[in-house]
C-alpha cells in the first residue's frame, strides 16, 4: 500500500511538473515612444533606441539598473549576398531575458523592420553584409563620425574581410561595454588594419596572408573555421594554405547559390583574374543605382559581356557617368535659410568638395539615389552639413565637416546648426 502510494504520488508530482512546463508563454508588445521601439512585458522593456537618442538596446527591468545589450546576430537583411534576417529581436534569442516564459510576440518582425527603417539607410546598407556584426558595426558608426565613410571607401574596393574578422575579434575578448566599443570605434576610425589586427592577436600577419583575408566576403564568420585559426595562430607562414583557399572558394560559392550575380556576368571568370566576389558586388550594384529603366537593359547586356577586370571598370566609369549627366538632384530636404546654402548639383558638390577640401563629391552617386544631401554653412567656421535619409524618408543629421574634413566638435555645432536646420532634421545629432 505505501509503494502504490507513494507511486501515486510520483505520478501526479510528474502530472504538475508536465502541466507547469507546457503552460504557454506569455508574448511581449511592441510600442512606439518619443526613445524608440518597446519589446514590452509588463513593467519590463527592451528598449530599440532611435538614431538620435543615441542608438541602442537597453533592458529596463523594473527595481533594476538600465542594461545596454548588444545583440550579436543578423538583424538586417543582405540580398547582396544572400543572406535574410529572421528572429530579429532580442526576445526571440533570449527568451529569458524579461523573466521565464516571456516570449517574442507575433508583431516582432514586423515591429523590428519598421524600427530600422527609421534608421539612416545608407549606413544600414553599409552594415548589412557583416552579418552577427550588423548591429556592433551600426553602434560604431554612431560613436565616431567618418567612421562610416572609411568603410564606404572599402566597401567600393571590395576590402572589408579584415574588418569583418577585426569585428570578430572584438566580440570574441568579451570586452563589449559601452566604454570599450567607444575606445575600439575611435581606434578603427584612426589606425590601420595592420595596427587592429595586432591589438587582438600579438602579432601581425604578412602581407600576403592579409591581401588574402581582404578578399572574404564580410559577414563569413571567419573565427569558426579551423583553417583561419591555424592561420592567425601561424602568422609567419610565407605562402597561404590549400585549406584557405578552398575555404574562400565555399565562401563565394555559396553566395553565388543564393543571388543572381553568375547570371549576370562571368563572375568566375573575373574573380579568378584577381577580382575580388564583394568588389564585384560593390561594382555592378554602383554602375546599375542611378540608371533609368530605359538605360538599365543596356547596362545588363554590357555586363553579360565583361572578361577582364579592366573592361569591369571601363563599365563602372561609363555607366555612372552616364547616370550623372542624366539624372537631377533630388530636392532640398530642408528649406534654404540664412548663409545655408544646398548644393543642387554635381558641379557645386566638386565646388564644395574643393572648396572645403573635404571629399564629398565622392558620394555623388548617394545624393542621386536620395541617401544623402550636402548643405554649405557660410558662416564662422565655415561647415559642409551631411544629411542622411531614413528608409521611411525622414532625414537626420550624420555630420558636420569643417575645413580639410574635419569633424566639427558639438560645441561648434550647436552654435551653427539649431538656427539653420528644423528639428526634424536635426535628429541623429546628439
Request: overall charge neutral.
Amino acid at each position: 500500500m505505501a509503494t502504490r502510494d507513494m507511486l501515486a504520488g510520483q505520478q501526479q508530482l510528474a502530472l504538475e511538473e508536465q502541466s507547469e512546463r507546457s503552460l504557454p508563454p506569455t508574448y511581449a508588445n511592441y510600442e512606439w515612444t518619443g526613445e524608440g521601439l518597446c519589446e514590452r512585458s509588463g513593467s519590463d522593456t527592451i528598449l530599440y533606441s532611435y538614431w538620435d537618442q543615441p542608438f541602442a538596446c537597453t533592458i529596463r527591468r523594473q527595481h533594476r539598473d538600465p542594461e545596454d545589450f548588444l545583440p550579436a546576430w543578423a538583424v538586417l537583411d543582405a540580398p547582396d549576398y544572400g543572406r535574410i534576417a529572421t528572429q530579429r529581436s532580442v526576445l526571440a534569442h533570449h527568451p529569458r531575458t524579461l523573466g521565464t516564459g516571456i516570449a517574442a510576440g507575433p508583431g516582432a518582425e514586423k515591429a523590428l523592420a519598421e524600427y530600422i527603417a527609421t534608421l539612416p539607410r545608407l549606413l544600414v546598407a553599409l552594415a548589412a553584409p557583416f552579418g552577427a556584426q550588423q548591429w556592433l558595426l551600426l553602434d560604431l558608426f554612431r560613436r565616431a563620425p567618418g567612421l562610416w565613410k572609411q568603410v564606404h571607401r572599402q566597401t567600393a574596393f571590395g576590402r572589408l574581410g579584415t574588418l569583418s574578422l577585426t569585428l570578430e575579434l572584438f566580440c570574441a575578448a568579451g570586452r563589449t561595454a559601452p566604454r570599450q566599443r567607444q575606445a575600439f570605434a575611435d581606434t578603427l576610425n584612426l589606425e590601420t588594419r595592420e595596427t587592429l589586427l595586432h591589438r587582438f592577436l600579438k602579432a601581425t600577419p604578412p602581407p600576403a596572408l592579409l591581401a588574402f583575408l581582404e578578399q572574404f566576403p564580410p559577414g563569413s564568420d571567419l573565427l569558426d573555421e579551423r583553417s583561419i585559426k591555424s592561420a592567425l595562430s601561424q602568422a609567419g607562414a610565407p605562402q597561404v594554405s590549400e585549406d584557405l583557399t578552398r575555404l574562400q572558394q565555399r565562401s563565394f560559392s555559396a553566395i553565388l547559390s543564393e543571388t543572381e550575380w553568375a547570371g549576370m556576368t562571368p563572375v568566375q571568370a573575373l574573380i579568378d583574374q584577381g577580382v575580388p566576389l564583394s568588389r564585384l558586388i560593390a561594382t555592378i550594384k554602383s554602375g546599375l543605382r542611378n540608371l533609368t529603366a530605359s538605360e538599365r537593359p543596356a547596362a545588363l547586356a554590357g555586363l553579360k559581356k565583361l572578361q577582364a577586370p579592366q573592361a569591369l571598370q571601363w563599365w563602372l566609369m561609363h555607366w555612372t557617368t552616364l547616370a550623372g549627366r542624366s539624372r537631377s538632384f533630388p530636392a532640398p530636404p530642408i528649406p534654404t535659410a540664412p548663409m545655408l546654402t544646398p548644393i543642387a548639383n554635381a558641379a557645386q558638390l566638386q565646388r564644395e568638395s574643393q572648396r572645403m577640401r573635404n571629399g564629398v563629391d565622392r558620394y555623388l552617386a548617394d545624393v542621386l539615389a536620395g541617401d544623402l544631401y550636402f548643405y554649405h554653412y557660410d558662416g564662422q567656421p565655415a561647415a559642409t552639413i551631411c544629411l542622411a535619409a531614413t528608409g521611411t524618408n525622414d532625414w537626420l543629421l550624420l555630420e558636420v565637416l569643417g575645413e580639410d574634413g574635419t569633424h566639427l566638435q558639438d560645441g561648434t555645432c550647436q552654435e551653427i546648426v539649431p538656427s539653420l536646420l528644423s528639428q526634424d532634421a536635426l535628429k541623429g545629432h546628439a
